[in-house]
């Protein structure tokens, strides 16, 4: 069976000493917790939040790197540059970043290849918009976008490859897809995998659903058949909401 898997992905949000008194808080209220849980955490924030989630259960991972392992790219931060302080996961091709900084399919795939060859375990992001959803095109979209984003992946990687379906006309609008309709996207983007890579592949991959995941809704979610868990973003910054949602099944 699949374990469920509960990544928070804070967004531009957090101070280091923010960061400090929230993982403090969170690992007391998470520690006997079953489900696999993550924090995704701006880059100034990492080393902070790596040192805290010491002797935790509590993993840490970054919401983007670049592709390339060094060079002249301002800004920027590589594979490479995480692995060697131990972050874990990474967040790649999430919606704000193909809408607003122009990352592609193509780019998506490139990060996906350069984090397994560093170490890092890819959590890719996948979702339709509004406009799609009313044309009946939610299921080309998001099994194109995974199939590019696994193209030329070894099957050892597709099967450690995170994958978090997360609508985007449901991101930070609290409009949450219905549990049987995240659910369904979900066993579509399975569906693909399992096409190109095998049933037994396919049945391994961690699937999350994301988009207005609350302490609300999270248990109605997460005990779907597909869906592993969840990407969570407002609902991450408050230490006391998001342990509810990791601590789903307890409630
Ligand atoms: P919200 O949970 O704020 O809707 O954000 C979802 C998301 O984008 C997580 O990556």
Redesign the pocket.
């Known amino acids: 069976m699949r374990k469920k898997v509960i990544a928070g992905?804070w967004?531009m949000n957090m101070l280091p000493n923010e960061t400090i008194e929230y993982i403090e808080n969170l690992s007391k209220l998470v520690k006997n917790s079953e489900n696999e849980v993550i924090l995704c955490v701006p880059y100034v924030d990492l080393f902070y939040a790596l040192l805290i989630a010491q002797n935790t259960n509590i993993k840490i991972g970054a919401q983007n790197m670049h592709f390339e392992e060094k060079g002249a790219y301002t800004g920027e931060v590589s594979a490479k540059m995480l692995k060697s302080i131990n972050v874990e996961y990474v967040?790649i091709g999430?919606?704000?970043r193909r809408q607003y900084f122009n990352e592609t399919d193509e780019t998506v795939n490139k990060k996906v290849k350069a984090a397994f060859e560093n170490g890092l375990k890819p959590i890719v992001?996948v979702g339709e918009t509004l406009e799609e959803r009313e044309e009946g095109k939610t299921a080309d979209k998001i099994t194109m976008q995974t199939e590019l984003a696994l193209k030329d992946l070894t099957p050892e990687q597709v099967q450690n490859t995170i994958i978090?379906y997360?609508p985007i006309w449901?991101?930070?609008?609290g409009k949450t897809a219905t549990s049987e309709d995240a659910n369904n996207s979900i066993k579509e983007i399975r569906k693909k995998i399992a096409e190109i890579y095998g049933q037994n592949i396919a049945q391994r991959v961690i699937i999350q659903y994301?988009?207005?995941?609350k302490s609300k809704n999270a248990k109605e979610l997460f005990n779907m058949s597909d869906i592993d868990g969840g990407?969570?973003?407002?609902?991450?910054l408050d230490p006391q909401e998001f342990s509810k949602i990791v601590n789903f099944n307890e409630n």
């Not at 994301?210 to 995941?213: C, D, K, N, Q, R």
């Not at 990407?231 to 991450?236: E, F, Q, R, W």
Request: net charge negative.
């Open positions: 992905n967004k967040i999430h919606s704000e992001c978090a997360e449901a991101i930070g609008t994301g988009g207005s995941v990407l969570v973003g407002g609902a991450s």
